[in-house]
């Protein structure tokens, strides 16, 4: 089992990468300020829960499979990549933000985001791999099945990832509420928020 320093080190390196800038909370942060409050939180709340399929395929030797299979990890690379741009194309394409969306009845919904969230974290190879480097630096072989921590240590990435990214939704979709207001300003928020969609799927799939 984990023992309280053991927990105390690695929530606090948890919480320092989680908040540092990176691709799951800039496409909460674009979500977010696109979409609203609920959205923005369901997409984040989304992201952190894909980190549970990661922890499992690191915990059971998937991962690693992966990391040593350049086919594998392209093939998922790509699939990524292609994933984020469309999610980028289709905010491009919406007219003027929320409120736009709204009023044309095509908005959607919160659960539609939250699972949108689940599956760009689940298919992302890289996270797999940084699940896979860091995670074991916490494992203590004399507190037991190695496993067991695993998993446990996942647990607790992901609670304070659904805490941190759920805020993070929270308060950028406040941003993007008052954007709603100013149908242009809603409109190159859909688009700056596109395009970073387009960047990271851009950037996973050239990724070495």
Sequence with gaps: MLTPEQLFAFLAAAILLTLSPGPDNMMVLGIGMAKGRMRGMAFGLGCALGCLSHTLLAAIGVSALIAASPLAFTTLKVCGGLYLAWMGFNAIRSRGGAAASRAEGVTESARTLFFRG????????????????????????????????????????????????????FFSGAVGAWLARRPRAGMWMDRIAGAIFIALGLRLIVAR
């Design 118 to 169: 689940v599956f760009a974290n689940a298919i992302n190879p890289k996270v797999a791999l940084f699940f896979l480097s860091f995670l074991p630096q916490f494992v203590a072989a004399q507190r037991g099945d190695a496993n067991l921590q695993t998993a446990l240590l996942g647990l607790a990435f992901t609670a304070q990832a659904a805490v941190l990214f759920g805020l993070l939704g």
